[in-house]
């Protein structure tokens, strides 16, 4: 399925292929909670990172995360966003090269509605985030065994 993707202000639009579309998972954790707002969490999708065809790309920075870990570690995950209006647009890791995160809230392009979620790092979740964990969802207090790409073939979801 062919995404299409936009910041806030629109310096920056973007398309990539993905074929695991369902926004399945929602993260709490503090990085995701702190850098897009909202909820206290934010959900990702899983896209091919050699399609991402961007515009504006001269208005696309990146923010690595401070890891909580003692040290003055750096995540190596690269978090996108405009620097005009703050959109948060999408993550990329340097140890899964192939594979892009965007987020669901820059995608413009209708999203099929997933029969179920994953809830991940809810150990992480604000106090005041309150998680709606419908009956069939899966939750975890970190991170699932379960990768997007095998949870979208475990459903049957995964599109071309």
């Given amino acids: 399925m062919k995404l299409a993707g936009s910041c ?54 990146v923010y690595r995360a401070k890891l909580d870990d003692g040290d003055d570690a750096v995540s190596p995950a690269e978090r996108r966003f405009c620097r005009l209006c703050s959109s948060s647009l999408w993550v990329w890791d340097q140890r899964w090269p192939d594979l892009l995160h965007p987020f669901a809230s820059a995608i413009d392009t209708p999203l099929p509605v997933p029969p179920e979620r994953t809830h991940l790092m809810l150990s992480s979740a604000a106090s005041w985030a309150m998680p709606i964990v419908k009956s069939g969802d899966l939750y975890f207090d970190e991170y699932p065994e379960e990768s997007i790409a095998q949870w979208h073939d475990r459903l049957g979801l995964t599109s071309s």
Avoid: E, M
């Fill in 8 to 61: 806030h202000c629109k310096a920056i639009t973007f398309t990539v292929q993905s074929s695991h579309p369902y926004p399945f998972n929602i993260c709490y954790c503090s990085i995701c909670r702190k850098t897009q707002g909202g909820g206290g969490f934010v959900v990702n999708l899983g896209a091919d990172a050699c399609t991402l065809v961007i515009q504006g790309q001269d208005n696309v920075s």
